[in-house]
């Protein structure tokens, strides 16, 4: 199938807080209680419409285990977006958050766009962080921030759209460096942001700032369902 | 792991087969002009940037039970991902996806974390282990008239990741039946898995990975003897001998 561009996503953050649940979920709708632990980095890919223009979103979902970490973290480059995830009832999930923006911001690109994500939003019981915590963090340190159940479905695909929005729209505003005086193609520049140009596109009808434009910021961290 | 070629021309498959690889010898190409196989033409194709670059020794296989029935095509390949490295450090596990059919990479697994098995010769067939339980069998898909060359390939392939690999990194162990459901990671020195072949798993409870999503098509499965498919012809063996990239001078595998 054709598509306007491919994103290259990460999916990272400790272990067991459900990051290959929202790749199933996302990918296949579907929620499996009991997962193998992920060793090195499993692909997932989905095609979403974002204005239009059909975007393919090709998903590595890595290992969260500390001893996989050197690993897995050679792979973050050339990502346009990351989903860091935290569980919501495991306190110490949370207090990781800041290296592993850390170890992301290091290894990809300034421009990536970074989706905060507190999982498990259906244990409400359970929750032990709470969701003004999380908000402040993303506000701290310019992430967007959603709490998610990759049980329920609940705003998982908002997760993965919202960030696909935020990577088009800063394509839309020109914030990607696509045109450089030294005659480096826009595609090459593109892709070195974790974005590719589908078969067929031309990048001068795809950049540039679009009237209906807007950010991402406003896009829903509440989608009303958690 | 050490490439005797031009960079761009690293595209390895089951057929590439030479002498080179951990030794300081000049590398003799049996095959320079072997067209790349289906998962290093996947990996070019441009939606990969960080893989499209390695150099890949696989094969096509299906994955099978322990009693050898048919379930998914897989694809499998080692690649390093340095070209400093003396040893394949990465498993490539890719097959067709669900929706049209097309090579989807599914899974990149550092090699250490991996155990490789001969499980059962006669039958072509491999078992690959994570170190986190999970395996599966795979039976090679080649064409009757190079498919025990290229078997061998795998074979000697797997010799060398278990007896050169570095320190720490032992990818390829002996498993005893005896071991099998205590998950030991003892080690052993001999080639072939020595468990007892007995049972297997229900098809629909075969995944090569977890995610259901890309469980691969049962359809148009070849059975575990019948003549391989068109889509094998690209990989083949070539020669005797390890795969090029990764060879060198050796003797038998040994067993201590």
Known sequence: MTYAYLFKYIIIGDTGVGKSCLLLQFTDKRFQPVHDLTIGVEFGARMVNIDGKQIKLQIWDTAGQESFRSITRS??????????????TRRETFNHLTSWLEDARQHSSSNMVIMLIGNKSDLESRRDVKREEGEAFAREHGLIFMETSAKTACNVEEAFINTAKEIYRKIQQGLFDVHNEVGTTASFLLQANGIKIGPQQCISTSVGPSASQRSSRDMGSDSGCC | MKRGHEPKQAPGGAGEAGPGGMAERPLVPACPTRRPGRLQRHLLSGEFDQLRDL?????????????????????????????????????????????NGCLQLFGLFPLQFVQLFVHDESRWQLKVKFRTGRAFYLQLRAAPETRNREFG??????????????????????????????????????????????????????????????????????SPTCHPETSCRGLNAEGPGLPRLWSQPCSAPASR
């Not at chain 1, 792979?75 to 919501?88: E, F, H, Q, S």
């Not at chain 2, 071991?179 to 080639?191: G, R």
Request: aromatic share 8%; charged share 25%.
């Open chain 1, 75 to 88: 792979y973050y480059r050339g990502a346009a977006g990351a989903l860091l995830v935290y569980d919501i």
């Open chain 2, 55 to 99: 150099p890949i020794f696989e094969s096509n296989f299906v994955q099978v039970t322990r009693l050898g029935e048919v379930a998914n095509k897989v694809t499998m390949g080692v690649a390093a991902s340095s070209p400093a490295l003396e040893l394949p450090d990465l498993l490539l596990l890719a097959g067709p996806a669900k929706e």
């Open chain 2, 153 to 222: 390939q795998w074979v000697r392939l797997l010799y060398r990741l278990r007896f050169h690999s570095a320190q720490g990194a032992v990818p390829f162990t002996q498993e005893y039946s005896a071991l099998e459901d205590d998950e030991e990671e003892d080690e052993d020195e001999d080639l072939t898995e020595q468990e007892e072949v007995s049972g297997g798993a229900p098809l629909e409870n075969l995944r090569l990975l977890p995610r259901p999503g890309q469980a691969l098509s049962l359809c148009c499965l070849p």
